[in-house]
C-alpha cells in the first residue's frame, strides 16, 4: 500500500466487531505515536488505554454514544500543558498540533494493522478528567476507540466528500 492509499483506507470508523486486539497491535499504535514529531520535541502527550471491563466502563459514560460502547478499545490522548511548547512571540500553546500529528499517527497504523478507529472530540472532557483523575494542567483532548471493523468505506468517496484541490491550494 502507498502511503495515499492508507490515509485514503482510513474513515471514522463508527461500528466494530466484537473481537478483542491483540497487545502487540496496541503496542503498535503506541509506537507510532511515540515517534510523531512535536514542537522542539516536547512531547507533551500521555496515551491511556481503556481495554479491561473495568476500565471500559470507566471510559464509555464520557461519550454517549451507542456505536462508541461497540470499540473493545479507548485511546485517551492527554496533553500535559506544563510540557509543551509556548511561542514566545504570541504565546500560543502547540500542545493541540502535537497531539493531533501523534493521533493521526495512530489512526494510520490502525488502518495498516487492518484496525479502525474514530476520532471523538465532542466529550464530556470534565467527567474524563475525572476518570482519569488528571490535574489541572493535563487535558484530555481526543478519544480515540480501537477495533476491527464491522463496516468499510471505499476510497472513492474522496471525490465527493472532500473539497477539491482548486478549492483549497493556492499555487504562487
Ligand atoms: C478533531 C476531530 C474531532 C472529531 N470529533 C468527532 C466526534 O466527536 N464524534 C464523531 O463521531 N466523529 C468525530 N470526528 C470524525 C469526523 O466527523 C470525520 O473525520 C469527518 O467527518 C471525515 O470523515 P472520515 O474520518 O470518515 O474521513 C472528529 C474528527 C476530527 C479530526
Known sequence: MTFLELAKKRFSSRKYLDKGIERSKLELLLEAAR???SAVNKQPWLFYVFSSPEGLEKIRPCYHRDWFKTAPVVIVAVADHKAGWVRSSDGKDHCD???AIAIDHITLQATDLGLSTCWVC????DACKKALQLSDSFEPVALIPVGYPAE???SIRFETER???NTIVRWL
Open 163 to 165: 473539497k477539491s484541490l
Open 35 to 37: 515517534v510523531a514529531p
Open 152 to 154: 468499510e468505506k471505499e
Open 97 to 99: 498540533i502535537d497531539l
Open 122 to 125: 465532542n466529550f464530556d472532557v
